[in-house]
């Protein structure tokens, strides 16, 4: 996977993401739901102050947004040199690097322009909810995962001595 695939890629996540957040936001009032798939998986809008698990929410707004967004511009600028270390081969690699890029741009685009984060992905069962998520969020979770599928391939490869 090229530099260039994996930019237009990016920029596929981050349009997504952005489409349906403000899909969300301009037509739903905050705390308004609607059941997919009843006792088991909403469409529920919501801001997140904070980070994963609405960590750090109760930071003054400075503090909390200025944290977030160096945050994420360090992390996308770690993530970036990684893509262009890793091997144009290692497609697994490559894909799992620019979700988590897209995602991470995504939610960076949100803490800069509202200070916070729109979810709407809101997964439950009966009283037990996971916190609400959104597009960004799955592509970061999903290109984690990958990575550490990738990371246990290279172990398992080093370990055998190939």
Same mark, same amino acid.
């Given at each position: 996977? %090229? ?6 890629? &990016? ?15 301009? %037509? ?8 997919? /798939? ?18 750090? &929410?109760?930071?003054?707004? &400075? ?7 160096? $945050? ?27 979700? /988590? ?31 609400? $998520? ?23 490869? /080093?370990?055998?001595?190939?």
């Amino acid at each position: 996977m %090229s530099v260039r695939v994996s930019a237009l890629l &990016a920029l596929l996540i981050i349009a997504l993401d952005q489409y349906t957040k403000s899909l969300i936001s301009s %037509s739903w009032r905050i705390g308004e739901s609607h059941p997919i /798939v009843p006792e088991i998986f909403s469409l529920t809008y919501v801001r997140n102050r904070g980070g994963a698990f609405g960590l750090m &929410a109760d930071l003054p707004e &400075a503090w909390r947004v200025a944290f977030f967004v160096i $945050f994420a511009i360090a992390t996308v600028s770690a993530l970036l040199w990684m893509l262009r270390s890793t091997p144009r081969g290692d497609v697994l690699q490559r894909f799992a690097l620019t979700a /988590v890029i897209g995602g991470a741009a995504g939610n960076l685009y949100d803490r800069v322009r509202y200070g916070e984060v729109v979810d709407f992905l809101d997964v439950y069962y009966r009283d037990w909810h996971w916190p609400a $998520f959104n597009v960004a969020d799955s592509f970061i979770s999903c290109g984690v995962v990958l990575l550490l599928i990738g990371s246990l391939r290279h172990s398992r490869d /080093v370990d055998r001595g190939t």
